[in-house]
């Protein structure tokens, strides 16, 4: 277990990271999600021991880890960039930290250690790369073999520093879910940090915010994701709007849900259909089209709801409604989220 107590990091008379409290159990991966800024680098880099500490402890089992260099740790680190040895085969790469030892191995040996590379590489889904150059290979099957090589020590802790950033929004999605599904497989501990949010609730158990070098919610992603500890965490999550006062209770009681004083409205959270005149009291909030931008996906509306105000919207693909129109919005309370009494503060 790595635990991680009042830990700070400073650069200059400013902390980049103050007294962050967090824990990663065998087995589980933590994602530190946050923009950029947040100190969730740093704090990586000071796990791994590539930043002194102005306070606090890194602990690995109860171990106090001051004053052990990172090659001695048991950490396994993955950068963004991979940085793979361009120069060597795929399977050489995966098999660069076994054969630091190979001139203390035999024959039997080093059989194991190639053994082991396919094992690898089968995990990642590379079979029969092995003799491959990384420069002939797409961005996500480098970021793959980068992946197989870490996990080829069989590291204590994993740590993974933004691994999906440079590749295209469809390859995170993609791979984002095979990373999920292969330290899984493997057993292995991961704390991961990354700006993305969907990143994030792909692949981790557990997530931590971070923001301006503070962990300002920690918990499951199920939790984090449900319930947003304040107003700017649920914007950095991806909600669209803040809803307060008659605002919030409106929309809720569309919702048929408790009033409260303060909620969080995913975009998603309102699908507008055409409003029927013959309809005397149609279910769901009444609202005019303000803005309309189509999407292959869905059409997105901005709306002003009647004792709402401006909300944004959705409507079903291959409807087109234009600004003026009136709409009825339904409300999935799956998509809201009510925020902590003070959060708003």
């Given at each position: 277990?790595?635990?991680?107590?009042?830990?700070?990091?400073?650069?200059?008379?400013?902390?980049?990271?103050?007294?962050?409290?967090?824990?990663?159990?065998?087995?589980?991966?933590?994602?530190?999600?946050?923009?950029?800024?947040?100190?969730?680098?740093?704090?990586?880099?000071?796990?791994?021991?590539?930043?002194?500490?102005?306070?606090?402890?890194v602990r690995?089992?109860?171990?106090?880890?001051?004053?052990?260099?990172?090659?001695?740790?048991?950490?396994?680190?993955?950068?963004?960039?991979?940085?793979?040895?361009?120069?060597?085969?795929?399977?050489?790469?995966?098999?660069?930290?076994?054969?630091?030892?190979?001139?203390?191995?035999?024959?039997?040996?080093?059989?194991?250690?190639?053994?082991?590379?396919?094992e690898l590489?089968?995990?990642?889904?590379?079979?029969?790369?092995?003799?491959?150059?990384?420069?002939?290979?797409?961005?996500?099957?480098?970021?793959?073999?980068?992946?197989?090589?870490?996990?080829?020590?069989?590291?204590?802790?994993?740590?993974?520093?933004?691994?999906?950033?440079?590749?295209?929004?469809?390859l995170r999605?993609?791979?984002?879910?095979?990373?999920?599904?292969?330290?899984?497989?493997?057993?292995?501990?991961?704390?991961?940090?990354?700006?993305?949010?969907?990143?994030?609730?792909?692949?981790?158990?557990?997530?931590?915010?971070?923001?301006?070098?503070?962990?300002?919610?920690?918990?499951?992603?199920?939790?984090?994701?449900?319930?947003?500890?304040?107003?700017?965490?649920?914007?950095?999550?991806?909600?669209?709007?803040?809803?307060?006062?008659?605002?919030?209770?409106?929309?809720?009681?569309?919702?048929?849900?408790?009033?409260?004083?303060?909620?969080?409205?995913?975009?998603?959270?309102?699908?507008?259909?055409?409003?029927?005149?013959?309809?005397?009291?149609?279910?769901?909030?009444?609202?005019?089209?303000?803005?309309?931008?189509?999407?292959?996906?869905?059409?997105?509306?901005?709306?002003?709801?009647?004792?709402?105000?401006?909300?944004?919207?959705?409507?079903?693909?291959?409807?087109?409604?234009?600004?003026?129109?009136?709409?009825?919005?339904?409300?999935?309370?799956?998509?809201?989220?009510?925020?902590?009494?003070?959060?708003?503060?």
């Amino acid at each position: 277990m790595l635990s991680v107590e009042r830990l700070t990091v400073r650069f200059g008379p400013h902390p980049a990271v103050d007294r962050v409290d967090l824990r990663v159990d065998d087995g589980h991966v933590l994602a530190v999600l946050g923009p950029s800024g947040s100190g969730k680098s740093s704090l990586l880099r000071a796990v791994a021991g590539l930043e002194p500490l102005a306070g606090g402890r890194v602990r690995w089992d109860d171990h106090d880890l001051a004053g052990v260099p990172t090659h001695r740790r048991g950490f396994a680190l993955m950068f963004q960039d991979g940085q793979l040895f361009d120069h060597l085969t795929v399977a050489r790469n995966v098999g660069y930290a076994l054969r630091l030892g190979l001139d203390r191995l035999d024959r039997q040996g080093r059989a194991a250690s190639r053994r082991r590379v396919d094992e690898l590489l089968d995990l990642v889904g590379l079979a029969g790369y092995g003799e491959r150059l990384p420069r002939t290979l797409s961005g996500g099957e480098r970021q793959r073999v980068a992946l197989a090589r870490s996990l080829a020590a069989e590291p204590r802790l994993l740590l993974l520093d933004e691994p999906l950033s440079a590749l295209d929004a469809e390859l995170r999605v993609r791979l984002g879910a095979d990373l999920r599904r292969i330290l899984t497989e493997a057993g292995t501990t991961a704390l991961l940090v990354t700006h993305d949010q969907e990143e994030a609730f792909a692949v981790a158990d557990r997530l931590a915010v971070m923001r301006e070098g503070s962990v300002v919610q920690h918990g499951t992603t199920e939790e984090v994701w449900a319930r947003p500890a304040d107003a700017a965490t649920a914007l950095f999550l991806g909600y669209a709007r803040i809803l307060e006062g008659d605002a919030a209770r409106a929309v809720l009681a569309a919702a048929d849900r408790p009033p409260a004083p303060a909620i969080a409205v995913r975009r998603s959270a309102l699908a507008a259909r055409r409003a029927d005149p013959l309809e005397a009291d149609p279910r769901g909030l009444t609202a005019t089209v303000r803005a309309v931008r189509a999407t292959p996906d869905e059409v997105r509306l901005v709306v002003d709801a009647d004792g709402v105000g401006e909300v944004d919207a959705v409507g079903a693909p291959g409807w087109l409604p234009a600004p003026g129109d009136r709409v009825v919005l339904r409300v999935d309370p799956a998509r809201l989220a009510v925020l902590p009494p003070t959060a708003t503060a």
